[in-house]
């Protein structure tokens, strides 16, 4: 008889599989079905099983399943920082939250907004710079001084370079 994980992953059970072992702290069956469905449309099948087999047998254990599925709640709500940004921001309530979701049969989690707002550029100044003593101007090419350029801007309708702006991106 096949386990709940091969059953939904659709993968031939054996006495020695690798996914029963690592069931085995979800108490439902459905709940198995959920998780392993989950776990597996985000590693992908092949790198879940590549997982599970790179830990040699006697290791296995519901823990590492476990740490997967926590990773893959935690990346899914929190698409940066995974499960640890979570936990550093003392929202792993969170993830917990998610874990149960998926258990119950939860279809998609979506990130949180406020999360991804905290990791866009805000409130930089743009930084005007001097003339450039050290560089010399680029050399126009032909593809610059073409009519038909679809682009809408050339050279001599830019800014002068003393009054260039250097944009935010690592700041």
């Not at 003339?131 to 038909?148: K, L, M």
């Amino acid at each position: 008889m096949s386990c709940n994980g091969c059953r939904v992953l659709r993968k031939g059970c054996s006495e020695e599989c690798m996914l029963r072992d690592c069931l085995q702290w979800i108490e439902n069956p459905e709940g198995q079905a959920h998780a392993t469905l989950f776990v597996a449309k985000f590693f992908g099948r092949a790198a879940l099983m590549s997982f599970l087999s790179s830990v040699p047998p006697n290791q296995r254990s519901a823990a590492l399943f476990q740490s997967l599925l926590y990773e893959a709640v935690g990346r899914t709500i929190h698409p940066v920082n995974g499960a640890v940004g979570l936990l550093w921001t003392g929202n792993w309530h969170l993830c917990q939250m998610g874990v149960e979701k998926v258990l119950r049969g939860a279809a998609s989690l979506t990130p949180l907004p406020h999360f991804l707002e905290q990791h866009q550029v805000t409130g930089v100044e743009t930084l005007t710079l001097g003339p450039a003593t050290c560089h010399q101007p680029r050399v126009r090419t032909a593809s610059e001084e073409s009519d038909t350029s679809t682009l809408g801007s050339r050279a001599e309708n830019s800014a002068p370079q003393s009054q260039r702006k250097l944009l935010p991106l690592f700041f």
